[in-house]
């Protein structure tokens, strides 16, 4: 079973440009997050989608957007990038609810892009 | 607001000695724990959870209420276990709109051999 991929592994960006992170969950899974995963700071929570809407949102100025595809696939966009930008940013999937309700609440992550603001 | 500490950013123990990688958390209701780890050049992935109370890669972790802890713990260390540990607390599954993970700063684990 092929787990979650994200595209490109890499990303090198200038300030004030755009970037565009995509993810690409388990096959099955609807929920897809976003976790950003700066030096020291261990991984902060950034979005989560489901069924194609935002459903939850980490403590990120609004110039961290995304949106979820009907194939559940997702990308992240981060507008007028800052230097303190430069992350990991690592996407992850899970299960999907059963008549409403989630039965695990595991995730399973990507393996990562890594963008780099200059 | 929910938290999960981990104190140590680094720790390092010998081959076959004891491991302990700690880990406390806040929160007001009933969470749930786990540990994920990251191996070198792997990507992030779960470890154990707290509700499963099983052992894997001989590792345990016990969820104390009491004290808000969920220590992470083996008894005879091995070289493959080098690697990041981070504790996550997720949220009772029940909880629709609530459902992130928020992880500690994570623990760098090195075993000397």
């Known amino acids: 079973e092929a787990g979650v991929t994200q595209s490109p592994t890499h990303l090198i960006k200038t300030r004030g440009q755009q970037a565009t992170l995509r993810c690409s969950p388990i096959s099955g899974h609807t929920s897809v997050y976003w976790y950003q995963q700066a030096l020291g700071l261990g991984l902060q929570f950034l979005l989560w989608?489901?069924?194609?809407?935002?459903?939850n949102r980490g403590n990120f100025p609004p110039r961290f957007s995304g949106r979820q595809f009907p194939n559940y696939s997702s990308e992240l966009n981060v507008n007028a990038l800052e230097l303190e930008d430069s992350a990991l940013y690592l996407c992850?999937?899970?299960?999907?609810?059963?008549?409403?309700?989630?039965?695990?609440?595991?995730?399973?992550f990507g393996p990562g892009t890594r963008l780099t603001v200059l | 607001a929910q938290r999960v500490t981990q104190p140590e950013k680094l720790l390092s123990v010998f081959k076959g000695a004891p491991v302990e990688l700690k880990c406390n958390y806040s929160y007001s209701g009933s969470p749930e724990l786990f540990w994920y780890v990251q191996y070198s050049r792997q990507r992030l992935q779960l470890l154990l959870r707290?509700?499963s109370r099983e052992s894997i890669k001989g590792f345990t972790a016990d969820l104390n209420k009491g004290e808000t802890s969920f220590h992470l713990k083996k008894p005879f260390a091995q070289e493959e276990d080098s690697a990041m540990y981070y504790c996550?607390?997720?949220?009772?599954?029940?909880?629709?709109?609530?459902?992130?993970?928020?992880f500690g700063t994570g623990t760098r684990l090195t075993i000397i051999p």
């Open positions: 989608y489901d069924e194609g809407e935002e459903r």
């Open positions: 992850a999937s899970s299960s999907p609810r059963v008549a409403g309700k989630l039965l695990d609440n595991e995730q399973f």
């Open positions: 707290h509700i």
């Open positions: 996550a607390l997720g949220y009772p599954r029940s909880n629709f709109g609530n459902e992130k993970l928020t």
